[in-house]
């Protein structure tokens, strides 16, 4: 077993061992050799970085993770609880203010780096898997909207029924089925919108964090780009 360095390279007594462990060891091999320890968990960043534009990804991240965690729990008690307990009513108070700062700030993330032509650099399907995770948000907000159980989900589904109707995808997508709509809002979307997010954060460690316009890319081989700063 060889041990990686600071540019991913193996190191130590083991660096002469055969390049060999089936797939296993092919897949691990080019696993490190495209996302080395020190890229994939680094402890400096680029000083651009210090800008609040790019705060926005990790607070759209943040918001994920309590959206998660406080759905799991709904999902888990009921609706017998959310509408009858105090703490279930507290958790789904946390459930919403989590998905609407979610939705806020990942708009925002959204725009800056359109603004910023986050594609430069071959950061395209870097750019693609954040705008599928924000239409696969929409999707799980919306779904999540259809199962409150209250006059505001029956306004909304009564109204949405229609739409879906005319363009012919009610027979699939039944959003006036309460059970159809909660397997959809806390199984598949969550699963899909969870492995983009995965994907789109493996990407911006491959690929860099997408400097300024106009300021050298550390990811492509510049020398010009600001000093790096500790992360931690």
């Not at 390279?9 to 050799?33: F, I, L, M, Q």
């Not at 598949?188 to 300024?212: D, E, N, Q, S, Y």
């Amino acid at each position: 077993m060889s041990v990686p360095g600071e540019d991913g390279a193996a190191t130590g007594p083991y660096t002469n061992v055969s390049a060999s462990g089936g797939w296993t060891g092919a897949v691990r091999r080019r696993a490190v050799k495209a996302l080395p320890p020190a890229k994939l968990l680094p402890d400096t960043q680029p000083a651009y970085m210090a800008s609040w534009i790019y705060v926005f990804g990790v607070l759209t991240l943040s918001s994920l993770i309590v959206a998660l965690v406080s759905g799991g729990l709904l999902a888990l008690k009921g609706p017998g609880w959310w509408h009858v307990s105090t703490t279930g009513r507290y958790v789904n108070s946390l459930h919403l203010l989590s998905v609407q700062l979610l939705m806020f700030f990942m708009v925002i993330h959204l725009w800056g780096k359109f603004f910023m032509a986050a594609w430069r650099g071959g950061r395209a399907l870097t750019w693609i898997t954040g705008a599928v995770c924000f239409f696969t948000a929409i999707g799980t907000a919306f779904t999540g909207y259809l199962v409150q159980q209250n006059f505001d989900s029956q306004w909304i589904a009564g109204q949405a029924k229609d739409g879906l109707n005319s363009v012919g995808v009610g027979a699939f997508f039944n959003v006036m089925n309460f059970g159809q709509m909660l397997m959809w809002h806390i199984v598949l979307l969550p699963f899909v919108l969870g492995l983009l997010t995965a994907g789109h954060i493996l990407l911006v460690r491959w690929r860099g964090i997408v400097p300024p316009i106009g300021v050298t890319d550390p990811a492509a081989g510049g020398t010009a780009a600001p000093a790096a700063r500790d992360a931690r």
